[in-house]
């Protein structure tokens, strides 16, 4: 079967350390991981119809797995970046305690997604009248 072992993982480690080595940084960051990840599990990677046939039109120059390897990491890098970033922002705002009241009151916690962010805006926020809705 098509599996994700513990050596493929410890293998995306290695590859990444030696790339990182190579290139003379001082640390493995996520850029490493990400570049050597799909060499290392597009071949463990199985692939639904669905998404192949989305990317079946795709320009591509590597083998069909290895490309979905690829795109399916930069596309869930892209969903991590996306959703991430917002909240880190916030977070970081409330630490240096940069958000005024107002500007709390004016947070859409559906805007972020994460759950425990949701319930700390509402928190931060305060009870609303039973006419608004959240």
């Known amino acids: 079967g098509r599996s994700f072992?513990?050596?493929g993982f410890m293998s995306v480690q290695d590859y990444a350390s030696g790339l990182a080595f190579i290139l003379d940084d001082a640390?493995?960051?996520k850029d490493h991981v990400k570049f050597v990840l799909p060499y290392v599990l597009h071949h463990r990677a199985k692939f639904t119809d669905?998404?192949?046939?989305?990317c079946a039109n795709d320009s591509r120059k590597d083998c069909e797995t290895l490309h979905l390897a690829k795109k399916a990491i930069s596309e869930a890098d892209q969903h991590y970046t996306l959703g991430i970033t917002p909240m880190k922002n916030l977070i970081g705002k409330l630490?240096?305690?940069?958000l005024s009241q107002e500007e709390i009151?004016?947070?859409n916690p559906e805007e972020y997604d994460h759950p425990l962010i949701k319930d700390f805006i509402q928190k931060l926020q305060g009870p609303k009248p039973f006419y608004e809705h959240r």
């Open 27 to 29: 640390q493995v960051e």
């Open 5 to 7: 072992s513990p050596r």
């Open 50 to 54: 669905d998404y192949r046939n989305a």
């Open 105 to 107: 009151q004016h947070l």
């Open 95 to 98: 630490q240096r305690r940069e």
